[in-house]
């Protein structure tokens, strides 16, 4: 039986927010029937070279004027010798954008979406006593909580998403992979949606994405669509410090190595739009704080909404 993901959240965890509550519903079973596109999809992923520039991939074409749109949100985000690396693909026509998408980025907390996801993929009954920490890894991106599950239950189920998705297991391994790519997120992105929309109930859990904290896709898009996201960010400062622009970031954070490169401010996710689902990563080394709330403005609004203008004008 398909999971109702257009009402209440059915998972036992208590005070889900009026965000999820009020998330605009889906067409589930359009969603699933997209299911076995996913590894076309993934081949089409793999065929870009690492270091391309702004390309559009697949069979179908996307309008100049998008395209033109986006290159110019990726060169405001690339001003400053800034890193940005991502790839967006539209299932229902299977085709999509990238720029340089095998470039080592640091990957920082969109990890935990594909890693609460391979959990409870790989066992049900995980939700029982720890679908808590699940929620505050997802919707607050929690460190502890999220500890706590890599501790209790270690890589195993996301090592299975692996290589179910095709990407190197020793993703799994470290809890923050960092130097992996967008093309390996979005790879496993791609297990994860297979997941959320399986029919299975724990799949329902999907629901708490939909509130991720930081997530510019979440901002700028939310409200008018349903959204399933993880931001990632790290501001590169000490522990405690805000964003401030004028800051003078240490060597270290900012040295190219995806290692110690812990400048980021990221999104992951998949937007579902009445022309049908499209599966987005996007990475930067921009340095980002978010509390206490989005001061200056949220870096990566611009690019989302010129990810949606690229999908909606393919045909």
């Not at 898009?221 to 964003?243: F, H, M, N, V």
């Not at 689902?277 to 609004?301: A, Q, R, S």
Request: hydrophobic share 40%; with cysteine; glycine share 6%.
């Amino acid at each position: 039986m398909m999971a109702d993901l257009s009402g209440p959240v059915r998972v036992p965890i208590n005070e889900e927010s009026a965000a999820i509550q009020a998330a605009p519903a889906y067409d589930t079973a359009a969603a699933r029937a997209l299911i076995p596109v996913l590894p076309e999809i993934r081949a089409l992923a793999d065929s870009i070279p690492d270091q391309a520039e702004l390309t559009a991939f697949g069979a179908a074409q996307s309008s100049r004027e998008a395209l033109t749109r986006l290159d110019r949100e990726i060169r405001k985000l690339c001003a400053g010798n800034h890193k940005v690396s991502l790839i967006m693909a539209d299932l229902k026509t299977r085709s999509g954008v990238a720029f340089r998408p095998g470039v080592s980025m640091c990957s920082q907390s969109t990890v935990k979406a594909v890693y609460v996801g391979s959990l409870l993929d790989f066992n049900p009954e995980i939700l029982q006593s720890g679908g808590a920490d699940m929620r505050e890894s997802v919707v607050y991106s929690n460190n502890s909580t999220y500890a706590i599950l890599r501790e209790v239950y270690g890589p195993a189920p996301l090592r299975k998403w692996c290589a179910e998705a095709g990407v190197d297991p020793g993703f799994a391994e470290p809890d923050y992979p960092r130097a992996y790519t967008a093309r390996d997120m979005f790879k496993m992105w791609t297990r994860l949606y297979q997941f959320l929309n399986s029919g299975a109930d724990q799949a329902n859990f999907g629901r708490y994405y939909a509130d991720s904290l930081a997530s510019a896709a979440r901002v700028q898009l939310g409200s008018r669509y349903p959204i399933q996201t993880k931001a990632g960010w790290e501001c590169g400062l000490d522990e405690g410090r805000y964003y401030e622009p004028d800051a003078v970031i240490p060597p270290e954070y900012t040295d190219g190595d995806p290692m110690n490169d812990e400048c980021a401010i990221n999104d992951t996710g998949v937007i579902y739009t009445e022309k049908g689902p499209y599966i987005f990563v996007i990475y930067t080394d921009h340095p980002y704080g978010i509390y206490p709330d989005y001061t200056p403005p949220h870096p990566l609004l611009g690019i989302t909404e010129a990810l949606l203008v690229v999908q909606q004008s393919i045909k």
